[in-house]
């Protein structure tokens, strides 16, 4: 059973669990002291049961479309990364909490050929398996997102810029030494900047990772380039 199906069943359980037993408590109240039955009967609570499973398991129903709801907001519909609103949403406050972290900025060498000599769907293919390889390189606490178009952003928490320049080149090789769905190899420019504490705003940042990434264009692609110290 996978994660997902697993809190699926948990979702339902528990609404299941909290439905029948409110529900069965008030029905014994009502029968026993608001009407006044002397004479309870087990039987007198099949239908509050009923009731309590119909209303367990639509709660359930409504807590897991609000979950993927709340999923699909955050996420770039074609490579399923975070999406462009959810990540300046992160930057935003990591950037006000003050805190140790980086931004790695990236960018597909040369993605426009791949539409043109392959046509558009073999695009969206290789932008989900670049997806695929980032999200399975990089570190589980890291954000990752579609900045737009061919390019995506990386979060990096607590982590200065010669960690997260590291970080760059595993993703980096990683990208180049694989086969994308074109049958051709690509490779990635990026750009890197650490947050500077009590000096950055999300602006300033993101130009130094920009600035960033256009020299390693500059100076021919697939380079990961550190920002500069002024």
């Not at 180049?176 to 420019?189: A, F, I, N, V």
């Not at 000096?199 to 692609?221: I, M, T």
Request: hydrophobic content about 45%; proline content about 3%.
């Amino acid at each position: 059973m996978s994660p997902k199906d697993l809190n699926v069943v948990l979702i339902y359980v528990k609404s299941l669990i909290v439905s029948f037993t409110l529900t069965m408590a008030a029905a014994f109240m009502q029968i026993k002291i608001v009407i006044g039955i002397a004479d309870f009967k087990p039987i007198y609570l099949v239908a509050p049961a009923v009731i309590a499973l119909g209303f367990g398991i639509l709660a359930a129903r409504i807590i897991i479309l609000f979950n993927e709801l709340k999923w699909y907001s955050i996420r770039d519909p074609l490579t399923n990364t975070f999406n462009h609103g959810y990540y300046k949403q992160v930057l935003n406050d990591w950037c006000h909490e003050n805190k140790t972290f980086s931004l790695i900025l990236m960018d597909i060498d040369n993605f426009k050929k791949v539409n043109d000599i392959h046509g558009h769907q073999v695009g969206d293919q290789t932008l989900v398996r670049l997806s695929e390889l980032v999200l399975e390189t990089k570190r589980l606490y890291d954000v990752f997102a579609r900045h737009g178009g061919e390019e995506f952003v990386i979060l990096a928490p607590r982590t200065e810029l010669i960690e997260a320049g590291d970080l760059a080149n595993r993703i980096s090789k990683v990208i180049r030494e694989t086969t994308m769905p074109s049958g051709d190899k690509l490779t990635c420019s990026f750009g890197v900047a650490e947050y500077r504490i009590d000096q950055d705003s999300p602006g300033v940042l993101f130009d130094r990772a920009d600035k960033a990434l256009y020299e390693s264009k500059h100076h021919g692609r697939d380079l990961v380039t550190l920002e500069k110290e002024e």
